[in-house]
């Protein structure tokens, strides 16, 4: 390779690559926990104790994951020019950046990006999208299954029976509580639970993508990638195509 013709980019500012690793490390975590909590019967557990111990850990990971993504979601209007909303969310030129992307893809001369190439900001769109899902449906269950923040004590309120202390009720356990509302809380707990079980595996397989995506670029066109989520610089062979 001719290395007098790389040039170096300042890409992705401090923020974005704290928020990008906290993200990564949070979501190892709560994958990890969630899959122990779904095969906990074939892993033998089955100690209440443990079962909401377990739950406590994942929420609490949850909480870190939550302020981590509300973080880059307020980053994304006061960051530098590439972790900008403006750069990642599809606008009014995007179609004909995408054919213009998707033409060099064709034609063995690929276009490189400072910024998300044009197919990576709608993975990067939809990623959050269903991080978004996570943590809304994460919140509820946390609320409805363990009476834990921002939901919890309003449901504790509401499923408590004339005289019991909200506070004093305790998760899987029905003492002190009305069971038609128990039941009504019951339902939301099966909607929001489905719908966080599948993100979850939607978003595995995102991230699976993701990381083919990400190496497979790395190897075919350089640009440092890679390296660039630790140092936040790309070092590129063409000019740009979003400077
Ligand atoms: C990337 C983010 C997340 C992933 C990948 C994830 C993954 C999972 C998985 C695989 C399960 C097991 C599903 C099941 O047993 O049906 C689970 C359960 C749970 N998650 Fe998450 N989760 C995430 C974020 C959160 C957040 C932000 C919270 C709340 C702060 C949360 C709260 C819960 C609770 C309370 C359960 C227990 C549900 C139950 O089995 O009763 N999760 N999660």
Redesign the pocket.
């Known amino acids: 390779m001719n290395t007098a013709s790389l040039t170096e980019y300042k890409v992705w500012d401090l923020p974005t690559r704290l928020f990008h690793w906290i ?1 990564v490390t ?2 190892i975590g ?2 990890f ?3 122990i ?2 095969y ?1 019967k074939e892993l033998g557990i089955s100690a209440i104790e443990t ?1 909401i111990a ?2 406590e850990v ?6 870190i ?2 302020c981590n ?1 509300l973080f880059r979601i307020l980053w994304g209007f006061i960051g530098n020019t590439y972790s900008r909303w403006s750069s990642i969310i599809p606008g009014k030129n995007f179609p004909s950046t995408l054919r213009l992307y998707i033409t060099s893809i064709k034609q063995g001369n690929t276009q490189q990006f400072l910024g998300h190439n044009p197919l990576g900001r709608l993975a990067i769109v939809f990623i959050l999208l ?2 978004l899902t ?2 809304v ?3 509820i ?2 609320g ?3 009476y ?1 923040p921002p939901f919890g004590s309003t449901i504790a309120e509401y499923i408590a029976a004339p005289g019991v202390n909200p506070e004093n009720i305790k998760p899987h356990d029905n003492e002190g509580t009305i069971k038609t509302k128990t039941d009504n809380i019951f339902q939301i ?1 099966v909607i929001f ?2 719908t ?2 599948y ?3 939607i ?2 397989f995102m991230i699976a993508l993701h990381i083919f995506i990400v190496i497979r670029t790395e190897v075919r066109e350089g640009g440092g990638l890679i390296s660039a989520m630790f140092t936040g610089k790309k070092v590129l062979k063409k000019p740009p195509a979003d400077l």
């Open positions: 993200n949070a979501i709560l994958l926990l969630g899959f909590m779904l906990k079962k377990l739950k994942h929420v609490v990971i949850g909480y994951f939550g993504l269903l991080m996570l943590l449906s994460g919140l269950r946390a409805t299954d363990i834990y707990k639970g489905r966080h079980r993100t979850a595996f978003l595995m």
